[in-house]
């Protein structure tokens, strides 16, 4: 459905009025997939891995520098669900209008179909369907996030991507929205790219598994391959520190030395070399390149397995 | 439970608004023994850094401490009752014997001034220290949250620095004066989970050489099992249950414990075969009228009695809890 051919985007910082350097931010360093129709990839990784990035670069709110986006048919729709439901909402318009823009955008109504269209999209979405004529401001979070999803899904699109969807929400509206995001694929045969920070929210959502480090995929697999058997020292760190209830993990004490890269003056060899605490001598000339394992769709992108 | 440095009896806090009252905290009671890691755990509105703040007593107006509550710090042989404190004294107590730490360090810091000067500042105030001598101390404090090459990073301003090594700076500013009680109020919520495990490993590192009592608010239940001593579960201003950290998880009490513990998806969980637990319903509004249990209307086990009367809290072999049909 979707396939993302060597994506490289770079952020040219401001020079000073003095300065004529050409320093940018490496936020994506050459990123490839492919999105099946009905499938979730999900993206997960730390602030500044280049999650959001990606995401806005294949809309083409970020034009990459270089690339491919290929969609297959060319005409799929994609749309975005935002972190905060707080920001992304216009408080001055009326949920009906809201949740029905893409359609009017897409010409695929007319505004005296907007009520009936904001009925059946409330309904869907989990609200009651006489909600319409309400402003954002008179729902809470989890409700906002509701309305959020169902202005995504309400032009058909083939694709959606969701950027963090759920961490702003509190925890025990987490779930309701999780469930929706997996009844309304079901129902209506959507693709998600799915980018979050907290590695078992990905793997709960997700049929392939990316994991991200300073705007490379290090790591890509299904998410129990992943969960199993982690290859790349990154994802079995990832995972090492992710808090879970009811295994006594004791994340406090990990060892985590090295600092994160920086990505205006990038080294030459794998990002990760600072922070491994597996490095070899190779690790610091040369960035390994993402090669399937021992099973073929297991890809790992370390010196340690090539 | 150890000796207690500090007790909260019937803790209510007011916010008189304009068209009505909202009681954010609801006259809450516990203890925090000396050496301890307590955790307050809440969602949004459950009043867990309204707590904090009152017990600081930084609650401003429309906000108010009611006068019955009592918060019982202990002082050498007694005990002072800070509710009764002038904000005279209270200046005395904030930031030497009870700090705090904050959830975004970038904010908390003032951003036109290094950070060497502003990690000392507290030594200074207190008439512990001059400037100078602030100063120097400031760099040890650094080194004792190892900030690598420390006495440059002194000199360095806030935005200079990444949220994980603010994190370190504000910690060491925290410690600065030896504090009896260390707030820290959700300090790893804005940080990446590498960063997280980083900055909890820290605090637990300096509980153990300082031996002082933390009271660390989280939204996150996951977080605090193996981290804390005891759990506070807050939900809509009342404490729901109270308990050893690894009795409440392991064999939570409360129905709203239990629904918590099981929404959250945890790694190794696949949609493919395990299905995710939804609370229904949505978080109380602030100043919502709540006649009865305030988890009552998204609880499964809800009766008639729950909707019509809040439950009182029982206990039982060191643990608490607000229902009238509490799991054993």
């Not at chain 1, 401001?137 to 409700?143: A, P, T, V, Y």
């Not at chain 2, 019982?72 to 007694?78: A, P, Q, S, T």
């Not at chain 2, 809290?313 to 799991?327: L, M, N, P, Q, S």
């Amino acid at each position: 459905m979707l396939t993302v051919k060597n994506l490289v985007k770079h952020y040219p910082l401001k020079a000073g009025r003095f300065s004529s350097s050409l320093e940018k931010i490496h936020a994506l360093n050459g990123v490839s997939f492919t999105l099946g129709s009905r499938q979730t990839l999900g993206i997960v990784g730390e602030s500044g891995c280049g999650k959001s990035t990606l995401a806005k670069a294949i809309l083409g709110i970020k034009p990459p520098d270089s690339g491919q986006i290929i969609l297959d048919p060319p005409d799929t729709r994609m749309q975005y669900i935002f972190q905060d439901p707080y920001l992304s909402l216009n408080p001055k318009m009326q949920v009906k209008d809201i949740i029905t823009e893409p359609m009017r955008a897409a010409d695929m109504i007319t505004r005296h179909d907007v009520p009936r269209e904001a009925e059946r999209l409330l309904e869907l979405v989990g609200l009651p369907k006489d909600w319409g004529t309400k402003y954002p401001h008179e729902f809470s979070g989890g409700q906002r996030q509701r309305i959020c999803i169902g202005r995504a899904i309400s032009s058909k699109p083939g694709i959606v991507i969701c950027d963090e969807p759920v961490s702003s929400l509190d925890v025990s509206i987490q779930s309701q929205i999780l469930n929706l995001l997996l009844e309304l694929q079901d129902k209506l045969n959507i693709s998600y790219i799915f980018i979050a920070h907290n590695i078992a929210v990905v793997l709960y959502m997700s049929d392939i598994v990316s994991v991200m480090y300073a705007g490379y995929i290090v790591e890509s697999a299904t998410p129990q391959e992943l969960y199993s058997n982690p290859m790349h020292p990154y994802t079995k760190l990832l995972l090492s520190v992710v808090p879970e209830i009811g295994r006594n993990k004791r994340i406090f004490e990990q060892k985590i030395t090295g600092e994160v890269p920086d990505l205006i003056h990038m080294e030459p060899g794998c990002p990760f070399y600072g922070r491994c605490p597996m490095h070899k001598d190779v690790c610091r000339t040369a960035i390994p390149q993402l090669k399937p394992g021992e099973k073929s769709d297991h890809s790992c992108a370390c010196w340690l397995y090539q | 439970m150890k000796e207690k440095i500090l007790e909260i009896k019937n803790l209510t806090t007011r916010f008189h608004m304009v068209d009505r009252d909202i009681t954010a905290v609801d006259s809450l009671s516990f203890d925090l023994g000396s050496h301890e890691i307590l955790a307050i755990i809440g969602e949004s509105g459950s009043g867990k850094s309204v707590t904090n703040l009152s017990i600081m007593k930084l609650i401003d107006e429309p906000g108010e401490i009611s006068a019955e509550s009592r918060i019982l710090f202990r002082d050498g042989d007694k005990y002072l009752d800070l509710n009764k404190l002038s904000e005279k004294e209270m200046e005395r107590i904030r930031g030497d014997r009870i700090s705090m730490i904050f959830q975004e360090p970038s904010a908390s810091f003032n951003p036109l001034f290094r950070l060497g000067s502003q990690v000392g500042e507290s030594l200074h105030l207190h008439g512990k220290r001059n400037k100078e001598e602030a100063y120097h101390e400031a760099l040890k404090l650094l080194a004792q949250v190892h900030i690598p090459n420390f006495s440059l990073r002194a000199q360095d301003y806030p935005f200079q620095m990444s949220g994980g090594m603010l994190q370190r700076m504000m910690i060491a500013q925290a410690l600065a004066c030896h504090p009896d009680i260390l707030i820290a109020d959700e300090p790893t919520t804005a940080l990446d989970v590498t960063t997280q495990a980083q900055i909890l490993g820290l605090l637990k590192e300096k509980q153990k050489e300082t031996g002082m009592s933390v009271i660390f608010i989280t939204h996150d239940l996951a977080l605090v099992e193996d981290f804390c001593d005891r759990i506070l579960i807050l939900y809509a201003g009342s404490l729901m249950e109270e308990g050893n950290a690894r009795d409440v998880i392991s064999n939570p009490m409360h129905p709203y414990t239990r629904d918590l513990l099981r929404s959250i998806p945890k790694p190794g969980m696949f949609k493919d075969k395990d299905k995710l637990f939804a609370i229904p319903g949505k978080v109380p509004d602030p100043g919502e009228k709540i006649e009865g249990c305030p988890y009552a209307k998204r609880c499964t086990g809800c009766t008639a009695e729950c909707l019509a009367k809040k439950p009182d809290i029982t206990e039982k072999d060191g643990r608490k809890v607000r229902c009238f049909h509490a799991y054993s």
